[in-house]
C-alpha cells in the first residue's frame, strides 16, 4: 500500500546535490495581498509574481509497491473556485525506495501564459498532489492536499480589526 507522508508549499526549495536532501524556506501558511487604489481595475484581479515551490512526499508500505509504476499530477484550486487546474507531471518506481518526493514549481499569472491562473478572492486555496497505478481509474487516485488561506486587503474596505482574543 502506498500512503501520503507530507505536502509542504514554500517561497523557495534548495536541494543539495550530493545528499538530495531538501531544505524549503518561507513556508506558506497564508497569502496576504493589498490592492493598491491604482490597480487596474479588472473582472477579477490574478495573484502574479510569487512563486510557489511544492513538495509531496509518498512512501510505500509494501515492497509489492517496488516495480509498480504511478502517474501523478497536481491540481489547483483557486479560492473559491470548483474547477482545477491540473499539471500532469509523469511517472515514477519506487523501486528499492521507500519514499518519493514530487517537486513542482507553480508560478502566478496571468491567462495566457504557461502559468497558473489564480484569482485574488478572500478564501481557501488548495493544492493537491495525487497519485495512482499507472492507467488505473478515477476512483484508484490517492492524494493529500495543502491549503493556503487568502486574504484580499482592498483601498475600499475598512481595516481589519486587531485579535483581542489572546489566542
Known sequence: MVRPRYIICSEGRVIDQATKLIS??????QITVSMQTSTVKTAEPRLVGLALELSAVWMKEDESEKEVDYETEVRLFSPGGDEPQVARLG???F??????RINMTIRPGPAGEE????????GMMRLECRI???GGGETDWISQDYLI???VNRP????????SSGA
Open 95 to 100: 523501486g528499492e525506495h521507500y519514499y518519493h
Open 132 to 134: 495512482r497505478p499507472l
Open 115 to 122: 502559468s497558473a491562473v489564480i484569482e485574488l478572492r478572500e
Open 156 to 163: 475600499d474596505s475598512p481595516e481589519p480589526q486587531a485579535d
Open 91 to 93: 511517472t515514477f518506481r
Open 24 to 29: 524549503h524556506f518561507n513556508v506558506i501558511d
Open 149 to 151: 488561506p487568502v486574504k
